[in-house]
């Protein structure tokens, strides 16, 4: 992801953004940094940090796996150490001063369920669910239970512990949207890896009403559109819904309504809306005519989680993914696309890019098949190549099982691998460039102070005899700082995510009519070509918040819907 301007946001924040998202697209995985070594001075242990609360305090836990039972040191604790030779700073913890802190009472069912044994106790007068945990080494530690809120980002490690508040400059892809009638703006990251679109709704009291990034948040008013209608539970959209759990009807079953809960616990809910979609008509002799068409989507009255922080906020999502609620497939069941969108995301200073509702068509463009059976837009990766020497991972590792393939997901600014393959490629690199400096961590991230033009070429190597070349800047980023260059990647159990980092400055084509996925590297600020059978084609114009304005060059060939990206 690139920078636009001075909006900062901090790499743990999109660590953290990835695992949340990796958690919507598989179950969820969370990585933690180790310290700590085997050697005499640390008495064998490893430890970690984790955050608590609110706001959020850090500890260093040992990670114990011969016992279930987590506990930190309390600030009313007069036995608890207050130093450690280990040179860290400890840290007690204040029941009063987290705002989302609750002492569990004995009466509570989370105390009930507790089946530590002699573990679990309650207070002598009966208030609170209390714990007694006694070790083999005659160890004791008691105290009460207690629910808080755990953040799921860390910061990374090794001897060179870098503040854990310095900000690198990455950003998301988003476009603006017209919705409504009259038509109001609306600032929606486009997501390939969801089909629901949802905007914040002006009845919402915890979605954002600011963002970092200085773009003006927008909230829809379904009573302020003269076209809007509220989706009763009744109605044939709302039953034709294929969302599981997220889809469900009012209490008092007036309103088709809609729950997404996803793994890091972050939440958007609310109720389906229809509305008018509004776009700009070129016909090919250049005559720009207005045009529109009816979506449903979600007006969002709650956002919880990280969906409510202010850090990356925007008015919505929307959706892209392979199924029937999806934008593209919304449109193209109306006649107005065909079911083959294209993307192409601008690296460098000024971000900013293209998305066509539409094949953009480019020379040297190459295809893979998408994976069949996979609910998100997945290809079969068979291989990878480090400075031309292909690495050698077990070829059953990267086959498609029924759960995972290789994702490609505009939504995740990192990409992943498999353990058994990150492993391979990291030593690659660092064999590649060991003799010009050596590896630090930064954020869990494997950066060398060293010119990028030392690091090898990539290859991703693809069924049907395809590759995807990376060049370093390709799957390289630069400290905040700049004085370190870092290998985008990092290691996820039982999938690998292909995110904006390799996937800027290429041409995306995903192409649900003939089940396949297209790519060629490309310069996105130049004009696109569009290939779609039809007579007119639909183009939306926009300019690059906190940049100057510029049009979108395309070459007018019919029909597809046009919308510029802009990268904060």
């Known amino acids: 992801m690139v920078p636009l301007n001075s909006s900062v946001v901090s790499v743990d924040h999109h660590r953290a953004r990835d695992r949340a998202r990796h958690a919507r697209l598989f179950n969820g995985v969370v990585n933690f940094s180790v310290y700590g070594s085997a050697d005499s001075f640390y008495y064998g242990i490893y430890f970690t940090k984790v955050k608590l609360g609110t706001p959020p305090k850090e500890f260093n836990l040992q990670i114990d796996t011969g016992s279930e039972l987590t506990w930190v040191s309390s ?86 512990t870098l503040n854990a508040s310095a900000g690198i400059l990455f950003g998301i892809y988003f476009t603006k949207v017209k919705l409504g009638t009259p038509p109001k703006e609306f600032n929606l990251q486009i997501d390939t890896g969801s089909e629901l679109t949802w905007v914040s709704s002006k009845s919402c009291p915890s979605c954002p009403r600011s963002s970092r990034f200085g773009i003006e948040l927008s909230h829809y008013d379904v009573a302020a559109s003269s076209t809007s209608k509220v989706i009763p539970c009744s109605d044939k959209s709302c039953t034709a819904i294929t969302l599981g759990d997220a889809t469900r009807c009012s209490i008092d079953g007036q309103y088709c309504g809609y729950v997404m809960k996803y793994m890091d616990e972050s939440t958007t809910s609310g109720f389906y809306v229809a509305d008018t979609f509004h776009f700009e008509s070129v016909s090919s002799s250049s005559n720009t005519l207005n045009a529109s068409a009816g979506i449903l989507f979600g007006d969002s009255t709650y956002r919880s989680g990280m969906l409510a922080e202010t850090e990356t906020a925007v008015d919505g999502i929307f959706g892209f993914g392979k199924q029937k609620l999806s934008v593209l497939s919304q449109l193209y069941y109306k006649g107005i696309t065909p079911r083959v969108f294209s993307h192409c995301l ?64 505009t939504r995740t600014t990192f990409s992943y691998f498999v353990p058994e393959a990150y492993n391979l490629f990291i030593s690659a690199v660092n064999n590649a460039v060991s003799k010009f400096g050596t590896p630090r961590i930064y954020y869990g991230f494997q950066c060398y102070a060293i010119s990028s033009r030392l690091f090898p070429p990539v290859s991703l190597n693809f069924a049907g005899g395809v590759s995807l070349g990376l060049k370093p800047e390709e799957y390289l980023f630069l400290s905040n700082d700049g004085s370190m260059w870092c290998v985008g990647f990092q290691k996820v159990p039982g999938q690998t995510i292909l995110g904006d980092l390799v996937l800027k400055d290429k041409i995306f084509v995903y192409d649900l009519v003939q089940q396949r996925i297209g790519w060629v590297k490309y310069d996105c600020s130049s004009s696109v070509n569009i290939s779609v059978p039809s007579d007119d084609f639909f183009y939306q114009k926009q300019s690059s918040s906190g940049s100057s304005s510029r049009g979108l060059l395309v070459h007018l060939l019919p029909v597809a819907i046009v919308t510029v990206f802009f990268s904060v």
Request: charged share 15%; with cysteine.
């Open 346 to 409: 601008k690296g460098g200073g000024t971000g900013g890019g293209v998305f066509v509702l539409g094949e953009v068509s480019a020379p040297g463009m190459v295809y893979t098949p998408l994976v069949p059976w996979q609910p998100h837009y997945s290809v079969h990766l068979e291989s990878i190549a480090v400075n031309g020497r292909p690495l050698p991972v077990d070829p059953q590792t990267f086959i498609p099982s029924t759960d995972y393939a290789t994702v490609l997901d």
């Open 75 to 160: 600030k009313s604790c007069p036995s608890c150490p207050r130093s450690s030779r280990f040179g860290i700073e400890l840290s007690h913890y204040d029941v009063a001063a987290s705002s989302t802190s609750k002492v569990i009472p004995c009466s509570d069912k989370s105390c009930t369920a507790i089946t530590l044994g002699d573990a679990t106790r309650c207070s002598i007068d009966g208030q609170y669910c209390g714990y007694v945990m006694k070790y083999m080494d005659e160890s004791t530690t008691s105290g009460f239970y207690v629910a808080d809120t755990f953040h799921f980002e860390s910061v990374s490690s090794s001897s060179n």
